[in-house]
């Protein structure tokens, strides 16, 4: 690819990051852009049809580079978490900026990407309507407690967070808490 337009693109990227710390999606405009890039619309308009474009185009990126992580660990879920737990430090500023402006878009990249991992795993009924409603349930929980983590400054490390994680989802798998009557029963 033409380092021009790696050039152009990155710049409008790294506006409308810059941008979307203090503005909604909807609150940026391609003049706005153009104008804080030094950019003439059709420069802009060459690259991207909106700053719909330009946020999916983001998004997609930490979704690829988190697949990638993903595919390369699989079955190893421990290493897949801790791997993708450095993303995410590494990543941190970028993701919250897509996670505050974009959670549904996002989530459902990640459900999209994910949820086929988790169904070919080993011991997944992937026919089993539960066993989709799991999936869910693990993708949806690690992005809140990702996006949690993030918004509350990492102030613990993304190791720390991890291993405690991975310790508490073992102790509920080992607690049988299905199996157990519920006081209200």
């Not at 909604?24 to 153009?34: A, N, R, Y």
């Not at 737990?85 to 974009?102: F, P, Q, V």
Request: net charge positive; hydrophobic share 40%.
């Amino acid at each position: 690819m033409d380092r021009r337009i790696i050039r152009t693109t990155d710049l409008i990227r790294r506006y409308v990051l810059k941008a979307l710390k203090t503005k909604s999606p909807t609150e940026i405009s391609v003049s706005d852009i153009c104008k804080g890039c030094n950019l003439s619309r059709s420069t802009f308009y060459l690259h991207y049809h909106s700053v719909g474009d330009v946020l999916e185009e983001i998004t997609n990126r930490q979704i690829s580079e988190i697949k990638k992580i993903a595919v390369a660990y699989l079955g190893r879920s421990e290493e897949t978490v801790l791997h993708i737990g450095a993303h995410i430090r590494k990543n941190s500023e970028e993701l919250t900026i897509i996670l505050d402006s974009a959670p549904g878009y996002f989530a459902n990249k990640m459900v999209e990407l994910v949820e086929p991992v988790l169904l070919s795993q080993k011991g997944f009924d992937a026919d089993a309507k539960a066993t989709r409603y799991f999936t869910i349930f693990i993708i949806y929980g690690c992005m809140g407690m990702f996006r949690r983590w993030l918004s509350s400054g990492r102030d613990i490390t993304a190791v720390e967070l991890i291993r405690k994680f991975i310790e508490y989802f073992q102790i509920f798998k080992n607690q049988n808490l299905l199996d157990k009557p519920a006081d209200n029963d």
